[in-house]
C-alpha cells in the first residue's frame, strides 16, 4: 500500500529540539520530491521544507537556519529534524509527497499529521 | 517570499454553482493546486494543474485561471463539499519554495 506514515512530535519546551519521521511504503522517497507542511491550531496551511529527488533541501523563511530536512534511503524515511523551538511552532505537521511538473506541483500523497506542541 | 490571497469564507446553496478565488502575482508564472481539508483529517487535492482532478474526485470540481487569479468551481455543490480550501503553488523566485492561500472555509447552505 501506499502511504506515508508518521511519529515524533508531542510537548517540547522553547527552544527545544525534535525529530518527527516519516516512513513511506509502497514508493522510494528517493525517486519523489517530498514536503513538510504544518498547521497552527485553527490556522490555514503553511509549507515548510522540500527535499528534491536529488540532494537539495529548500525551507521558508520562518524555520530556515533552525530546520533541517533529511532523508535515510535505507529505511525511505523522511525526517524533519527541528531545533530552537518557539511557541509560534506549535502545529500539526504533515509530511507529503510531491507530484512536480514544469508548470505545476502539487501534494499527491499526506501522512496523517503528528503535533508538536511547544509551551513551557 | 510571495503570497497567495483568498476570501475567508464563501457559502452556497446546496445544488448552486460556487467559485472559490485565489490571487498572486505568481500565479502568471504557474497553475495552483486546490486542497480539500476536513475537520480532523490531512488535507487533499481536489484539482491540479491546468484543469484536472485526481481519480475519485467528482467532476463538478474544476479549476481555471487567468492572469494572477487562480479559480475553483464547484458545479451543483454537494453537503459533503463542505469544508476548508487551500490553493498553492510555487514562490515565484525560481527556488522550489512553496506557498498556501489563507484558505476558504465554505459553507452549504
Known amino acids: 500500500e501506499v502511504q506515508l506514515v508518521q511519529s515524533g512530535g508531542g510537548l517540547i519546551q522553547p527552544g527545544g529540539s525534535l525529530r518527527l519521521s516519516c516512513a513511506a511504503s509502497g514508493f522510494s522517497v528517493t525517486s519523489k520530491f517530498m514536503s513538510w507542511v504544518r498547521q497552527a491550531p485553527g490556522k490555514g496551511l503553511e509549507w515548510v521544507s522540500s527535499f528534491n529527488n536529488g540532494d537539495r533541501t529548500f525551507y521558508a523563511d520562518s524555520v530556515a537556519g533552525r530546520f533541517r530536512t533529511s532523508r535515510d534511503n535505507s529505511k525511505n524515511t523522511l525526517y524533519l529534524q527541528m531545533n530552537d523551538l518557539r511557541v509560534e511552532d506549535t502545529a500539526v505537521y504533515y509530511c507529503?509527497?510531491?507530484?512536480?511538473?514544469?508548470?505545476?506541483?502539487?501534494?499527491?500523497?499526506w501522512g496523517r499529521g503528528t503535533l508538536v506542541t511547544v509551551s513551557s | 517570499s510571495s503570497e497567495l490571497t483568498q476570501d475567508p469564507a464563501v457559502s452556497v446553496a446546496l445544488g448552486q454553482t460556487v467559485r472559490i478565488t485565489c490571487q498572486g502575482d505568481?500565479?502568471?508564472?504557474?497553475?495552483a493546486s486546490w486542497y480539500q481539508q476536513k475537520p480532523g483529517q490531512a488535507p487533499a487535492v481536489v484539482v491540479f494543474g491546468k484543469d484536472s482532478r485526481p481519480s475519485g474526485i467528482p467532476d463538478r470540481f474544476s479549476g481555471s485561471s487567468s492572469g494572477s487569479t487562480a479559480t475553483l468551481t464547484i458545479t451543483g455543490a454537494q453537503a459533503e463539499d463542505e469544508g476548508d480550501y487551500y490553493c498553492?503553488?510555487?514562490?515565484?523566485?525560481?527556488?522550489?519554495?512553496?506557498?498556501f492561500g489563507g484558505g476558504t472555509k465554505l459553507t452549504v447552505l
Open positions: 498553492n503553488t510555487r514562490d515565484s523566485s525560481g527556488n522550489h519554495l512553496g506557498v
Open positions: 505568481n500565479l502568471r508564472l504557474y497553475y
Open positions: 507529503a509527497r510531491e507530484f512536480v511538473q514544469l508548470s505545476y506541483w502539487y501534494f499527491d500523497l
